[in-house]
């Protein structure tokens, strides 16, 4: 009885301190409540954020690994000249060609545009794959060779028209060319013997070969006139 009696006695003194409770003192205990539901939901959400930046993390590292692997084995040709080389490899490996002078009697109109790292110097003119100097000064059929000799050519070899009418537009005296009688056959300093010509009506009498405007005189190799160089390109 005693013990009952205690229990009854606390519970009740429980209830009358609960009720006795002033309104901020409720009010304090309620917001307490509050907070503590905040802060949990506030850490579920950080929590939430951080595991969306790592997984962003991961996947941008992954793509760099792979972009890094494709770079490491990928082809190092340009598409240009794998598709050029594929070209190649399909083409004949011995493909016709012709020769310059038959290509360019095929095409006589077309002039070549890109003649590689090799020019004319300054001063001389240029046709076809040769440069042609003229002289503004007078020496010996001798003489004139040594001198285009020096400069990497020799006399001029007239083996076209197409030679003789260019020189012959382009000069205005009397040029010595690499024509010259030896016994019973001209030939031209290249060694070749002399098959297309153009001398004069009256060519005179000589063993060298001067041009003068569109036709060849004869003339003694000691007179000194001005001459013409040529140097193949």
């Not at 409720?26 to 790592?54: D, H, I, M, P, W």
Request: glycine share 6%.
């Amino acid at each position: 009885m005693y013990i009952k009696f205690w229990r009854s006695y606390g519970e009740d003194k429980k209830d009358v301190a609960s009720e006795n409770l002033s309104p901020e003192s409720k009010l304090s205990v309620e917001l307490e409540g509050g907070k503590g539901k905040q802060a949990e939901g506030n850490t579920r959400l950080y929590r939430a954020a951080c595991l969306f930046l790592t997984i962003i993390c991961l996947v941008l590292l992954l793509v760099v690994i792979i972009l890094s692997v494709k770079l490491q084995t990928g082809s190092t040709v340009c598409p240009e000249r794998a598709e050029t080389a594929a070209i190649n490899r399909q083409s004949p490996p011995f493909a016709p060609t012709c020769s310059h002078k038959e290509c360019q009697a095929l095409f006589p109109n077309i002039q070549p545009q890109y003649r590689g790292c090799q020019q004319c110097a300054d001063g001389w003119l240029t046709l076809d794959r040769s440069c042609f100097f003229l002289s503004t000064f007078r020496r010996s059929w001798d003489d004139s060779q040594k001198i285009c000799i020096a400069k990497g050519g020799g006399l001029a070899v007239v083996t076209s028209q197409r030679v003789q009418s260019f020189l012959a537009m382009q000069g205005k005296m009397q040029y010595w060319i690499g024509l010259r009688h030896k016994g019973a056959t001209w030939t031209w300093v290249n060694n070749t013997v002399l098959r297309e010509s153009y001398w004069a009506d009256n060519p005179l009498e000589g063993d060298c070969g001067i041009l003068s405007s569109e036709k060849w005189f004869k003339a003694s190799c000691t007179d000194y006139t001005y001459f013409i160089c040529q140097v193949q390109l």
